[in-house]
C-alpha cells in the first residue's frame, strides 16, 4: 500500500520558516494536501491540491512539491502555529486515500 | 454556514456493531463525495471509507473492508457509517469530511478534505 512519511517532528524558532516534508513514491503524480491540526480540534486543511490555499488560511503557510518529495512551508511561524501537520493524497493506483503519519510542529 | 455534524458514537462491547451519521448543513450536499477519517487516542489520522455524489462508488480502508458500510442520503443531507464486528482496534474519534471540487469539478475525490465535522467518540470495549 502507498505509504506517505513524513518526520515525526520539526522545531522552530518563532519568525523563522519552518519546513515539514513529505515523500512517497511517485508522489509527483498525485494532488497532495496538507492539514493542521491542534489539540482537542479537527484538522483544518490549510493547502491543497501542493500550493492552493483556502480563503482564511495565512499566506504564510505555502505549499510545493519536487520529484517524490512534498513540503509544507510556513514562513514568520507564530506560536499559535504550534500543532500537528499531515500530508495526504488520493492514490489513484488503488482508489484509497493516504495520509502521512504527522509532524508535530515545535515554536521554540 | 458551512457544517458538518457527526453523531452516533459511543462504548460498544467488541463484536458489536453501531451506526454513526454526519448530518451537512450550508451547501449542496449532493455536489460532494463524503469521507469518513478516524484517529485512534494518540496516533494520526486514518482514512476509513468514502462515497461518491450519487453512492454509486464506495472505497474503504482494507482493515474494514467486509465490516463498515457507508452510505448516504442526499435527500436528508447525511452520510452514515454502519459499523459491525468491532474490534477494539476500531476505537477512533470518527470524523466526517467534504471533499473539496478541484477546479470547480467534483468527480473525483483527489482535491483533499475542505470541510471537516467535530468528531464523535467510538470506543470499543467489554
Known amino acids: 500500500s502507498y505509504v506517505l512519511t513524513q518526520p515525526p517532528s520539526v522545531s522552530v524558532a518563532p519568525g523563522q520558516t519552518a519546513s515539514i516534508t513529505c515523500g512517497g513514491n511517485?508522489?509527483?503524480?498525485?494532488?497532495v494536501h496538507w492539514y493542521q491540526q491542534k489539540p482537542g480540534q479537527a484538522p483544518v486543511v490549510v493547502v491543497y491540491?501542493?500550493?492552493g490555499r483556502p480563503s482564511g488560511i495565512p499566506e504564510r503557510f505555502s505549499g510545493s512539491k519536487s520529484g517524490n518529495t512534498a513540503t509544507l512551508s510556513i514562513s514568520r511561524v507564530e506560536a499559535g502555529d504550534e500543532a500537528d501537520y499531515y500530508c495526504?493524497?488520493?492514490?489513484?493506483?488503488?482508489?484509497?486515500?493516504?495520509f502521512g503519519g504527522g509532524t508535530k510542529l515545535t515554536v521554540l | 454556514e458551512v457544517q458538518l455534524v457527526e453523531s452516533g458514537g459511543g462504548l460498544v462491547q467488541p463484536g458489536g456493531s453501531l451506526r454513526l451519521s454526519c448530518a451537512a448543513s450550508?451547501?449542496?450536499?449532493?455536489?460532494?463525495?463524503m469521507t469518513w477519517v478516524r484517529q485512534a487516542p494518540g496516533k494520526g489520522l486514518e482514512w476509513v471509507a468514502n462515497?461518491?455524489?450519487?453512492?454509486?462508488?464506495?472505497y474503504y480502508v482494507d482493515s474494514v473492508k467486509g465490516r463498515f458500510t457507508i452510505s448516504r442520503d442526499n435527500a436528508k443531507n447525511s452520510v452514515y457509517l454502519q459499523m459491525s464486528s468491532l474490534r477494539a482496534e476500531d476505537t477512533a474519534v470518527y470524523y466526517c469530511?467534504?471533499?473539496?471540487?478541484?477546479?470547480?469539478?467534483?468527480?473525483?475525490?483527489?482535491?483533499?478534505?475542505?470541510?471537516w465535522g467535530q468528531g464523535t467518540t467510538v470506543r470499543v470495549s467489554s
Open positions: 469530511a467534504r471533499e473539496h471540487c478541484g477546479g470547480g469539478s467534483c468527480y473525483s475525490p483527489a482535491y483533499g478534505m475542505d470541510v
Open positions: 450550508g451547501f449542496t450536499f449532493s455536489t460532494y463525495w
Open positions: 462515497i461518491k455524489q450519487d453512492g454509486s462508488e464506495k
Open positions: 511517485n508522489i509527483g503524480s498525485e494532488s
Open positions: 491540491e501542493e500550493t
Open positions: 495526504q493524497l488520493w492514490d489513484t493506483s488503488s482508489d484509497h486515500a493516504v
